[in-house]
């Protein structure tokens, strides 16, 4: 029951359809910490300037997120995201990226961290995700997430890295580019010939499909009538599916399904508003509740 | 348990990554005929020229499709299009269209069709599809299909004819198209109001979402490797459908929600080969097996 998290950690000005807002927390391990901390204890690597403000982290006030791993970086400065949806609200257009201490030095994982059984990492440099591998002796399920850049950049440092890990959460486009399927399920039974037990594509508002040995899984998204902010809402689903993987004894395939049911709900609250404020809204038995109405919304 | 389908029938010639076909049989009606006369018999109402090869309608020998509606028109050419799938497999390109027999008189539906319980207006004029409803004077479930073409040129015939269906079919781009909304369940609650009973919106290889009164039903596609040529897949949808709808004595949502089920493994047939060669292979057997597949492969 020890769920590891490292990704980034960022100030967001985020414009959609029905708004824009400045300066709001983001980054990938924050959606993912806040979406696990519904179903288990989430210990949070991550590294952020000095410019960070104090409160930032009240966020997390009363939830079971450790923040042992977080480190307040003297003289550097937070990650900062600008994106916009105006366009598209299925695909976030970069306005500005200013990487900050992320291109710096990686954050240390502390050693009382070392121990945990089940590992998010979320996307970042392919070599820095097998240094955390190299760290995280203990770990018994490693999912890692990654993105198009390391794709067409990174590609021998990605194929070792799909080598070491359990589970790969890509979206449809990514798994195109990483296989030259241009065919969803035949990408992803490539993929698996990578290294990867199972493979999970997120396909935003058209759900995800998960690929394993024995099989295949489909699920579509949530149906919502109204989406706010999509930011986050990938990192908050597999946010919520290993945060219930991390209550499980055993990974089967049918326990990998509740879990990426678990997700597509924790990221049905989090594109119903800006930054965190639609997972905090939520409550587990909200959750349990959206979950049984979306196996309704599918059962024939 | 008397399906009357009305709609075009055609010599397609198809372009796709894995090969091109010239001459072969198609149009919406041909499709959706074969398609639902796995379930139930059903009436055709189509029209071609007499340039139409003699063993044309061989295809349907032995199955329970009633061609008596069928008419061939003397110095008249059948219908033809050509397309290419070659740059997206998931949107036709139309090459060449030739309406020939289709831009004269509409086919008459003979007196011995006209207590249809069940009908099915495939993609047409909307004022021919409400001279079909006059004709069908015993139609308890009327369902129809219709195209960006329509909605943008002819919208008041149009709304016309929903104030007298009980079900539209239409893909995401038309219900986007046709309610201003950009979220798909969102247009589709609109459509409701515009006076179909439920409305199924169909997107491709993302599967399909229905909304009627009281709620919503969401399918994926059913997970395929290879998709041959897509052609044909909407229409096999709408008679896998109507097929197992008119063997029903009432249309319930969860009634429904079996039929887009049985809809969404017929078009899986029918994307696996060049024109009706997908279906024309697949057995009712194998029907329900593929459809208790598709059950387990979203099962959580």
Chains 1, 2 share one sequence.
């Not at 900062?80 to 695909?91: A, C, I, P, T, V």
Request: net charge neutral; aromatic share 8%; proline share 5%.
């Amino acid at each position: 029951m020890s769920l590891l998290v490292t990704g980034s950690i960022g100030l967001d000005t985020v414009e959609t359809p029905t708004g824009r807002r400045e300066g709001i927390i983001g980054g990938s391990a924050i959606y993912f910490s806040y979406a696990a901390s519904f179903f288990s204890p989430v210990r949070l690597v991550g590294v952020v300037g000095d410019d960070c403000p104090p409160d930032f982290f009240n966020i997390f006030n009363g939830r079971q997120v450790d923040l042992g791993g977080l480190e307040v970086r003297k003289g550097s400065k937070t990650f900062r995201w600008h994106g916009s949806y105006l366009k598209d609200m299925n695909e976030a257009v970069t306005v500005k990226v200013d990487l900050n201490v992320l291109a710096e030095q990686a954050p240390r994982i502390p050693p009382a961290f070392r121990d945990s059984r089940d590992v998010f990492l979320a996307n970042t440099h392919p070599v820095l995700q097998q240094r955390m591998i190299d760290c995280l002796t203990g770990a018994k399920l490693i999912v890692a997430d990654t993105m198009n850049l390391w794709i067409q950049t990174e590609r021998p440092e990605l194929l070792k890295l799909l080598g070491r890990i359990h589970g790969l959460v890509l979206n449809d486009g990514e798994a195109r580019m990483l296989t030259g399927e241009k065919n969803l399920v035949a990408a992803a039974r490539e993929v698996l010939k990578l290294g990867p037990n199972f493979v999970v594509v997120k396909k935003g508002e058209h759900g995800c499909m998960m690929c394993y040995e024995g099989g295949i899984f489909v699920l579509p998204a949530f149906p919502t009538a109204q989406v706010i902010d999509p930011t986050g809402a990938g990192d908050s689903f597999a946010g919520g599916m290993m945060g219930y993987l991390a209550t499980q004894d055993s990974w089967s395939p049918a326990t990998i399904k509740r879990a990426l049911a678990f997700g597509t709900i924790l990221a049905s609250f989090t594109i119903s508003d800006f930054s965190l404020a639609g997972l905090q809204r939520a409550t587990r038995a909200q959750i349990d509740q959206r979950c049984a109405e979306f196996k309704e919304a599918m059962s024939f």
